[in-house]
Every structure is written in structure tokens, then in C-alpha cells.
């Protein structure tokens, strides 16, 4: 495990967004644990027809079941306002496929000691994860974009490796975008325009374990021009960020079923 020290004001909480996710969840589940065992793990299973909730309860996370399928988007603001309501100051996404080492935690949560939003860079050092074609096409230009917006060097602005606290913890609870491509793109210009401070640090990507990777190849064009559209409304449109005294109520998770 990493020896990064994590400040001691920080009470995190690891969100596991999955659908469908039966075949790797359970290990992710385990590794997460082992490398970093006082911090709890929530999978929001995002409405799978599979054995995911399952799986992951028999790992030892607590999961939080959506009725039917929202997204990454909206299992990642149920699971932040699970985390608000809670009394957790920072949520750290980590996708069930087994992507993202869990050994690199302390290092977001770290981060988190000058920001509200640390990022997990892909490309911020010499490493074996590779995107080619139209899609990385579309990473540096959002890259360059959204910087532009923060101020700071981003390589890498759709990482969903991240940590989320300080302000913009209970921004996401309130508003995190639920549309595809919102909960990378749409969400950084949203936490950048309610004055949240976003860094990144470096960390190295792994082979999914099972399951089939969300973008395929053939795809590649088109989510080239949905993530520049996409962007450009985020740009365009007009926020009105409050959030409210109080957490919003959400169901409780447990080993068992929510309610």
C-alpha cells in the first residue's frame, strides 16, 4: 500500500460505480480492501441484470442498488450523496473493471489537501496505457480546454480515477450530470464554474478484468464528436450552483438490499 500521507481531517469513502460487472467486481472489491482497509467501499450497482450486488456484498462493500440503469453519471451522484449524507468529506471513484490500482488512493486523497477535485492522470508519465485514434484526439483538445478553464495543467480531464471533496463534494451530491459523457466532461466545468480548485497526480492503468470495455473501436468517431458537443454545451449553458444546508436524503446501504 502506498505510504502517502493521507490528511487526517479526510473521512473517505471509496464509490464503486457497475453494471454488469459480476465478472470483476468481486476482486475489485477484495483488492481495494487489502490495499486500503480503513476506508469503506460502496458499489452502487446501476441497475444490473447480473449477479454484481451479489458479488460485491460477498466481497465485503456495502451496495447500494438503483432500480434501473442511469448511468456512470447517476450512480456516481447517488453514491456522492450517500457519502454527504453520511458525514464523508471525500468520495473517490473507482471503477469495478479493475483499471484502477486501489494502491494509489492515499495519492488522490493527499491531493486533496490543496484541491477539491484530484484527478488520476493516465498520461501525466511515461506509461504502457495507450489511446489512439479519434478519442485521444478528442482527450488532448478537452485536455487543453478545460486547463484553460482551471488554470492549471491537466493532461488527462476524463479520467474517472478522481477524488471529490471539499466544495466540491456536496456540488456533485447536488448537481452531478447524469447525461453520457456529463460525468467527466460536464462535471468539470460545472465544479470549475462554482469556484472548486482541480489537480492531478500521475497513475498507471491496468487491463480491465472482465466484462466488455464501454468503447469499442468502431466507436471512436462518434464519441469524438459527442464529447466536443458535449462540451460545448457545458460552455454554453448557464449554471445557478446552490447547494442546499442540508444533504438530500438517499436509501441506506447495507450488506443487504436497500429499501
Request: aromatic share 6%; hydrophobic share 45%; glycine share 8%.
Amino acid at each position: 500500500m502506498s505510504e502517502t500521507a493521507v490528511p487526517e481531517s479526510v473521512r473517505a469513502l471509496i464509490v464503486v460505480p457497475a453494471w454488469n460487472e459480476e465478472e470483476a467486481v468481486g476482486a475489485t472489491v477484495r483488492e481495494i480492501r487489502a490495499a486500503v482497509p480503513h476506508i469503506p467501499v460502496l458499489v452502487v450497482d446501476d441497475g444490473s441484470g447480473d449477479r454484481t450486488a451479489d458479488r460485491a456484498r460477498e466481497a465485503g462493500a456495502m451496495v447500494l442498488e438503483l432500480p434501473y440503469n442511469l448511468g456512470v453519471g447517476g450512480a456516481m451522484r447517488a453514491g456522492f450523496r450517500y457519502a454527504v449524507r453520511h458525514g464523508f468529506t471525500a468520495a473517490v471513484q473507482v471503477d469495478a473493471d479493475g483499471q484502477h490500482n486501489p494502491s494509489e488512493v492515499p495519492a488522490l486523497l493527499a491531493g486533496l489537501a490543496d484541491a477539491d477535485i484530484v484527478i488520476g492522470a493516465r498520461f501525466a508519465q511515461d506509461d504502457e496505457y495507450k489511446v489512439r485514434g479519434p478519442r485521444r484526439w478528442a482527450m488532448v483538445v478537452l485536455a487543453k480546454v478545460l486547463s484553460r478553464l482551471a488554470r492549471t495543467k491537466l493532461t488527462d480531464a476524463t479520467s474517472g480515477f478522481k477524488a471529490t471533496g471539499g466544495r466540491a463534494l456536496p456540488v456533485f451530491a447536488e448537481h452531478y450530470p447524469v447525461e453520457y459523457l456529463g460525468d467527466t466532461i460536464e462535471s468539470m466545468v460545472i465544479a470549475l464554474r462554482s469556484g472548486c480548485k482541480v489537480a492531478q497526480v500521475p497513475v498507471r492503468m491496468r487491463p480491465r478484468r472482465g466484462g466488455a470495455p464501454s468503447h469499442r473501436p468502431f466507436k471512436a468517431m462518434v464519441y469524438l464528436f459527442r464529447a466536443f458537443f458535449a462540451l460545448l454545451l457545458a460552455l454554453i449553458r448557464r449554471w445557478d450552483i446552490k447547494v442546499k444546508a442540508e444533504p438530500v436524503p438517499t436509501p441506506v446501504a447495507s450488506e443487504g438490499r436497500v429499501a
